[in-house]
């Protein structure tokens, strides 16, 4: 069958979900990891709306991607003015986006409602803004906003639009179900309708589904059957009030069960991953029924489902997991999970194999701490340092002897914090103390205070996010917290992760993780340059 392109908006439509806001790091690191699993289209954000997203485009850079196009969003031209005036087409210039998408008026009702111009100026600005950016070199998408509502409104008004951003020089034209009410008999009609009959038989077309019918996947994916060649969603469907369409269902059954080439073989095992990287980094929890890709999604419990499983996996499964980069679990016996251990054991160069005693030895390892509340996708250095420690190639660069942190609130209503640490570092026994400006950071200063003399280069790393979840909200105070921490120096960044009923304890821990792996990495730098300078 034909191939269907994928464009990612996490970055900007999903960032809009409630308790979801991406630091320009954050937004960085998704991208890559949406490049590496081979995503078409990555739209950033909104260049002319905040300074976020201008940092965004401006490091991400025109060469940064190996595999995806960065595209930036924006609306059409304001009413009464050229494009080349208008400051959010200025904006998307200097963007280093390769792609531009356009959001324009399609339902005459939100022309006279939202934009209080007149439905010729509409049609006028969105031919204008498109035109505009294609004679620019950009390659343009065009969303039209609300159409299965505009079209079930003024269906001759709707087709208007579509032919204006057609007339601009629009490569694909994106039927958008704004409201997400549209159900999925109704997608499919409009979009054959319009192919059939209206002239639009040989145009690209995108879909871009949001959740709130609780349909958004079935929609995307009957937009497809009835001839869409783009599908617009956002990992683990985050969005605005229900979301938008889940881009991993989605992609996994364009792939296996419609046969479509949206992604290759390899890739498509990198689903898992990146949903539960994507969900880390969001602080969102991870959902363990979220169909592929979720901890329960092949998982079995008891009876006889267990019983036929173990005779052949068909009887209750309705894909083999590998094929997402999922594993079958058996609750009772918790059989499975080499494969991922063995995946990032090659990503950090460990020579493993499926019977390597060492291997089974880590696996225990990760699933006894991933039992306790760990979650290693996006926690790479807490791992390294796992795996380090299991294989006993791991050196200690200091012991900690104990701490205290103590909080202050004054009359003023001024509080404070302060920590005291005692360390012995190379035989040598360090006490210090250090203010910060709340308990983890008085934890930093006072563990850098008491390393700097030992180790110099810890000047040159610093926290750049501190992220805090619960794991069991039922549990109230007590409940168990995973703190996941981000550093970086003037080459890397890397994320640590603790795990702990004291906030402090569990942040103690991504924080000494932290700064031991910087201390790593240094040394492995020095190590690799000896063993240059020792070939001359």
């Not at 490049?35 to 002319?48: L, V, Y």
């Not at 019918?213 to 229900?242: D, F, K, P």
């Amino acid at each position: 069958m034909k191939n269907v392109k994928l464009y990612d908006t996490t970055l900007r439509d999903g960032s809009q979900a409630e308790g979801i806001s991406y630091s320009v790091m954050d937004k960085i690191r998704i991208t890559e990891e949406l490049d590496k699993m081979g995503m078409h289209f990555i739209e950033g954000g909104w260049p002319g709306s905040n300074p976020k997203d201008r940092e965004f485009f401006l490091k991400m850079g025109r060469s940064r991607l190996k595999n995806s196009k960065l595209a930036a969003f924006s609306m059409t031209r304001r009413p009464s003015i050229s494009a080349s005036q208008d400051a959010n087409l200025k904006a998307l210039l200097k963007s280093n986006a390769q792609v531009i998408t356009i959001v324009g008026k399609t339902w005459d009702f939100h022309v006279s409602a939202v934009l209080k111009t007149t439905q010729d100026e509409n049609l006028a600005m969105i031919e204008d803004t498109v035109c505009f950016l294609t004679k620019k070199g950009f390659l343009v998408f065009y969303d039209a906003e609300h159409f299965f509502d505009a079209y079930k409104a003024n269906k001759a008004y709707a087709l208007k639009t579509l032919n204006a951003a057609l007339n601009g020089g629009a490569k694909t034209i994106c039927l958008c179900d704004t409201n997400g009410g549209s159900l999925t008999g109704e997608i499919s009609r409009v979009i054959t309708e319009i192919r059939n009959n209206f002239g639009l038989s040989g145009i690209d077309i995108g879909i871009h589904c949001h959740n709130d019918a609780g349909v958004a996947v079935a929609n995307s994916l009957a937009a497809v059957e009835a001839g869409a060649s783009m599908v617009q969603g956002t990992i683990n469907g985050y969005g605005e009030r229900c979301g938008n369409a889940d881009l991993i269902p989605i992609i996994a059954n364009l792939k296996i069960k419609l046969g479509i080439n949206c992604l290759s073989d390899e890739n498509l095992k990198q689903l898992t991953h990146i949903s539960h990287f994507v969900s880390e980094i969001s602080n969102m929890r991870v959902k363990n029924e979220q169909p592929f890709v979720g901890d329960s999604a092949f998982a079995h419990k008891g009876g006889m489902h267990i019983n036929a499983i173990m005779k052949n996996p068909l009887t209750y499964e309705h894909i083999d997991p590998l094929l997402v980069g999922n594993h079958r679990r058996i609750l009772v016996s918790e059989l499975g999970g080499k494969t991922g251990i063995l995946l990032r054991a090659k990503d950090l160069s460990y020579d493993l194999s499926k019977d390597d005693p060492q291997t089974k030895k880590i696996l225990k390892l990760v699933q006894a701490l991933e039992h306790k509340g760990f979650q290693f996708e996006a926690a790479e250095a807490s791992f390294q340092i796992l795996m380090q420690k299991a294989l006993k190639k791991y050196n200690k660069f200091f012991e900690l002897e104990g701490f205290k942190v103590v909080i202050e609130k004054h009359s003023n209503n001024k509080v404070t914090s302060e920590a005291v640490i005692k360390l012995k570092v190379k035989g040598v026994k360090e006490h210090t103390a250090a203010e910060g400006d709340g308990p983890v950071n008085a934890l930093d200063n006072a563990l850098r205070k008491a390393l700097k003399d030992f180790y110099p280069t810890l000047a040159k790393m610093h926290l750049s996010d501190f992220k805090v979840r619960v794991l069991d909200e039922k549990a109230g105070t007590a409940a168990k917290v995973r703190v996941l921490i981000q550093s970086q120096d003037e080459k890397d960044i890397w994320n640590t992760i603790g795990v702990h009923e004291n906030i402090i304890e569990a942040s103690w821990q991504a924080l000494v993780d932290s700064v031991e792996y910087k201390l790593l990495k240094d040394k492995n730098s020095e190590a690799s340059k000896d063993k240059h300078y020792e070939k001359y």
